[in-house]
Each structure stands twice: as structure tokens, then as C-alpha cells.
């Protein structure tokens, strides 16, 4: 888990940098950070695919560029594809934001055939250089409201068990289908903790959907 400093870090720069962090009326929406990685998004793919939900998938550019087929996949099952950067990186450490930005676009709508909308920076800390950027290439940065705590190497019921709490309307949820950046070996945990996160949801009454930027 994040540090006590780190978190209160976090929370300062979302008051610096707002983004969208829940959505209205009785929807949730789920998001996958860090892919596209054939460790774990395929799995991901097939427990959505089999319950017909939708979900939001940040790509990190240097990871479509690796897996440009998986990144296409993606966006041909109907879910919405947006940029998590071209590098997995703190945005105090880019020298030109900006640029990382706009890499990190044309790597997605070189594979998927879709001009992202969408933004959430890495570990969701904006500097004042990145917000601007996103703001001038039209994308709508977007936070999270939950999360499934899957950065770390915990099991499936845990990560199942971290949502199901925060199954609310408005939910934004924070996943992960990628174990690049992260703590563990593996992201597959993440995609068997799915039928129980979606039994949930759909128990609530929930409308699932897919998050959408400004252009969409």
C-alpha cells in the first residue's frame, strides 16, 4: 500500500489537479491500469466477455508498442481504451510531459484505430506541466473512487473483497492488468477475483459502463 505521506501527497494534488474520481446516478465502472500485457489481459478480456460487462482500460504506450495486437483486442471486444502515458513514470521526473503525452497517443490510436479521450496518470499524480498537457490535447483526466489494492501480491478473494466493499453508485474502481510496474510476479489474480467482483455489482443493481472522455 501506499506510505501515509505518499497518500496525503496524492490527496493534495487532486485538490491542485481535479479530475473525474466517481460518476453519476446508479453506474460503476471498472478500470484496468498498466496493459496491455499477455500475462493477464486476456484473462481480463475473457471474465468481462463472459458476463457481457464492459470495463475502461488505461495502456501505458510503451506497453501497446510491445503488444500491439493485445492493445487491439482491446478495443475490437467495445471497450473504451484510454492513455496511462507513454512511460510508467512519476510525472515530476519527465522532462516534457507534453511529449511522453503525445507518444503515448499515437502508440493508441496506432493500434486500436481510436484517438484516446481518456487520461490518468501514473500512480494518479499529475504535476502542474502534465494537467496542462492534458488539458491542451483534450483529454479528460480521470482518478478513481475504489480500488482492489492489486499492485501488491495478494490473492483473488482479497482483491474480490476490497471491491465488494466499495460497491456504490458512482464507484469508479482502480485494477490492474498488468504486473509490470507493480509488486507481484503476476496480474492474474486480478482477473480470477472478476466473477465475484461482477456477481456483486450486479446483486446492487448496478449499471456497469464504460467511462467517457470529452470527443467520445
Given at each position: 500500500?501506499?506510505?501515509?505521506?505518499?497518500q496525503?501527497?496524492t490527496i493534495?494534488r487532486w485538490?491542485?489537479?481535479?479530475?473525474?474520481e466517481?460518476?453519476?446516478?446508479?453506474r460503476?465502472?471498472?478500470?484496468?491500469?498498466?496493459?496491455?500485457?499477455?500475462?493477464?489481459?486476456?484473462?481480463?478480456?475473457?471474465?468481462l466477455g463472459a458476463?457481457?460487462?464492459?470495463?475502461?482500460?488505461f495502456?501505458?504506450?510503451?506497453?501497446?508498442?510491445?503488444?500491439?495486437?493485445?492493445?487491439?483486442?482491446?478495443?475490437?471486444?467495445?471497450?473504451?481504451?484510454?492513455?496511462?502515458?507513454?512511460?510508467?513514470?512519476?510525472?515530476?521526473?519527465l522532462?516534457?510531459?507534453?511529449?511522453d503525452?503525445e507518444?503515448?497517443?499515437?502508440?493508441?490510436?496506432?493500434?486500436?484505430?481510436?484517438?484516446?479521450?481518456?487520461?490518468?496518470?501514473?500512480?494518479g499524480?499529475?504535476?502542474?506541466?502534465?494537467?496542462?498537457?492534458?488539458?491542451?490535447?483534450?483529454?479528460?483526466?480521470?482518478?478513481?473512487?475504489?480500488?482492489g489494492?492489486?499492485?501488491e501480491?495478494?490473492?483473488?478473494?482479497?482483491?474480490?473483497?476490497?471491491?465488494?466493499?466499495?460497491?456504490a453508485?458512482?464507484?469508479?474502481v482502480?485494477?490492474?492488468?498488468?504486473?509490470?510496474?507493480?509488486?507481484?510476479?503476476?496480474?492474474?489474480?486480478?482477473?480470477?477475483?472478476?466473477?465475484?467482483?461482477?456477481?456483486?455489482?450486479?446483486?446492487?443493481?448496478?449499471?456497469?459502463?464504460?467511462?467517457?472522455?470529452?470527443?467520445?
Amino acid at each position: 500500500m501506499p506510505s501515509f505521506r505518499q497518500q496525503l501527497e496524492t490527496i493534495e494534488r487532486w485538490r491542485r489537479f481535479p479530475a473525474l474520481e466517481r460518476l453519476d446516478g446508479a453506474r460503476m465502472a471498472l478500470t484496468f491500469d498498466d496493459g496491455p500485457d499477455p500475462d493477464a489481459t486476456p484473462a481480463v478480456l475473457e471474465a468481462l466477455g463472459a458476463a457481457d460487462a464492459p470495463g475502461t482500460f488505461f495502456l501505458v504506450g510503451e506497453q501497446v508498442e510491445a503488444h500491439p495486437g493485445l492493445a487491439a483486442e482491446v478495443a475490437a471486444r467495445g471497450h473504451a481504451v484510454g492513455l496511462h502515458g507513454h512511460r510508467h513514470v512519476e510525472h515530476d521526473e519527465l522532462a516534457d510531459p507534453r511529449a511522453d503525452l503525445e507518444r503515448g497517443a499515437a502508440a493508441l490510436a496506432e493500434a486500436t484505430g481510436r484517438q484516446p479521450t481518456l487520461f490518468r496518470p501514473p500512480y494518479g499524480r499529475f504535476s502542474e506541466a502534465s494537467y496542462a498537457a492534458c488539458g491542451e490535447l483534450g483529454l479528460s483526466p480521470v482518478y478513481w473512487s475504489a480500488w482492489g489494492g492489486d499492485w501488491e501480491p495478494i490473492p483473488p478473494p482479497r482483491i474480490a473483497d476490497l471491491v465488494v466493499r466499495d460497491v456504490a453508485p458512482g464507484a469508479i474502481v482502480l485494477l490492474h492488468d498488468s504486473a509490470h510496474y507493480a509488486y507481484r510476479e503476476s496480474a492474474a489474480a486480478t482477473a480470477e477475483a472478476l466473477p465475484a467482483v461482477l456477481k456483486a455489482i450486479a446483486a446492487a443493481g448496478l449499471e456497469l459502463v464504460e467511462l467517457r472522455g470529452r470527443a467520445s
